[in-house]
């Protein structure tokens, strides 16, 4: 079931994703691709009380996830 739908900015391109909740993690999954851009499916876990992306390392990212997660007001 979705918890919410969202944008994140990737390479100047806006990716539409579908947010879900699975067990303790949020499932980020984008609803569209663009030819030559690699647009990530992920998770993200709360790791001492922060919303945390798994294996993405682009500090840029995670502050845009975080903050996304934050507005949505996800607990």
Do not use: C
Not at 28 to 47: E, M, Q, R
Not at 53 to 69: H, T
């Amino acid at each position: 079931m979705i918890l919410y739908s969202t944008d994140l900015l990737i390479e100047n391109f806006v990716i539409p994703y579908e947010v879900n909740r699975e067990g303790n993690r949020l499932f980020f999954k984008p609803l569209k691709d663009i030819d030559g851009l690699d647009v990530p499916i992920f998770w993200v876990a709360k790791i001492n009380g922060n919303w945390m992306p798994l294996n993405i390392d682009d500090a840029k990212f995670v502050q845009q996830v975080q903050d996304d997660i934050l507005n949505h007001k996800i607990n």
